[in-house]
């Protein structure tokens, strides 16, 4: 299952390029590494796509896990799209 990030850097209050480290970072640690960095990209839009990957964790636990963070980092909800496909 692949989890698809996108963040809205206009409407994110610190719009840091760093978060394409920091996020999966965080991810991977707060699952116990059953999530997995799969790298980044910027869509049509300049918005920052994160992709991260897990085999074990259901959909819903992949979702929370991505929600627990971009909490965590205080990124605004308005900015953040988190989708999953399998």
Known sequence: ???TLTLTPGKLSNPDADLRYT???MVEKLSNNKMKDNGFDYDDE???VI???SESLDQEQAIDSVKVVCKNLQLETEAIKIEASV
């Open 23 to 25: 996020i999966p970072e």
């Open 1 to 3: 299952m692949e989890i």
């Open 51 to 53: 992709f991260l990957s």
């Open 46 to 48: 300049d918005n920052m």
